[in-house]
């Protein structure tokens, strides 16, 4: 079974300075990277990272050089929406390599260090079954993950986030220079109650919300080309948008190729011609009319 120690090699008695030697590492990593963006959500299940995955393949269509971080340590999926296999990150003398997908997006995720899909991962501590020691130790294998890759020269880091309205403000420490964060959710009561909570808790550590983006806002029909709204009522997540003061990033609706595509551990989107693809490359639009 993996452990944090086995994924971060971290298990030295100087934890302090070990932390400040990261810290420096971090910044230098991360000053060839021009825009670092959040990728949040208040609650799971909404569809984050497949929003992050084709947000990143639309930016790169562009021949914007796009890299993506998937830092939910315990349910990472970035890995199949791109179809990339489990395979062991090459370790150069300059740091790890991320793993490149579809449209040259380099990818870092837990997945590439963990056995199979079912097994999770777990920390070594005295109290490892400790709230805080968990938390401690997710922040800690974060920073050694973005201080450890060779992320090289990008126009986009993208940071997929886990779910829960307090994560975002948790780590911000291991985000410098953070240019914003985007809110994915879908179009009902539930999901959008929780966003207003991780948006306000956000604002409150001095975030720039860049904007709210509904997935799954409908089914679109293979034949005709109509869309048939999922949850709640159409426009709520544009209303919900508004009463939070949020620029309305566009929707994304639920695309049963792609769907199907990633059962078949396949590449969400591979190509411009796509049916999903404009819906993800509206997003990226109306994100450089906020990050221009």
Not at 73 to 92: A, E
Not at 177 to 185: I, K, M, N, P, Q
Request: charged fraction near 20%.
């Amino acid at each position: 079974m993996r452990t944090y120690n086995d994924v971060t090699g971290h298990g030295g008695s100087d934890v302090l300075g070990q932390v400040v030697a990261q810290r420096e590492k971090l910044g230098a990593r991360l000053a060839s990277v021009k825009r670092l963006l959040a990728v949040m959500s208040g609650k799971g299940g909404v569809g984050k990272s497949s929003v992050t995955a084709g947000l990143a393949a639309a930016l790169a269509a562009r021949g914007e050089s796009v890299a993506l971080l998937d830092a939910d340590l315990n349910g990472p999926s970035l890995p199949r929406m791109l179809g990339l296999p489990r395979t062991t990150p090459r370790v150069l003398e300059d740091g790890i390599m991320p793993v490149e997908g579809p449209f040259g997006i380099a990818v870092m995720s837990t997945a590439f260090f963990l056995g199979h899909e079912s097994e999770p991962m777990r920390y070594d501590g005295p109290v490892a079954d400790a709230f805080t020691w968990r938390a401690t130790a997710e922040a800690t294998t974060l920073r050694e993950l973005l201080a450890n890759t060779a992320w090289g020269a990008r126009d986009w880091l993208l940071v997929d986030m886990p779910p829960g309205s307090e994560r975002l403000p948790n780590l911000l420490g291991l985000l410098p220079d953070l240019a914003g964060a985007v809110v994915v959710t879908l179009g009902s009561a539930v999901s959008l109650g929780v966003v207003a909570r991780s948006v306000t808790a956000a604002r409150e550590r001095g975030v720039r919300m860049l904007g709210l983006v509904e997935n799954m806002a409908g089914a679109r029909c293979g034949s005709c080309g109509d869309v048939t709204p999922l949850f709640g009522k159409r426009g709520a997540a544009r209303e919900a948008a508004e009463s939070m003061g949020l620029p309305f990033l566009g929707e994304i609706p639920f695309e049963r190729d792609l769907a199907a595509r990633l059962e078949a551990e396949q590449p969400m989107i591979l190509s411009r011609d796509e049916p999903g693809f404009a819906a993800y490359d509206a997003l990226a639009t109306a994100l450089l009319r906020e990050l221009p």
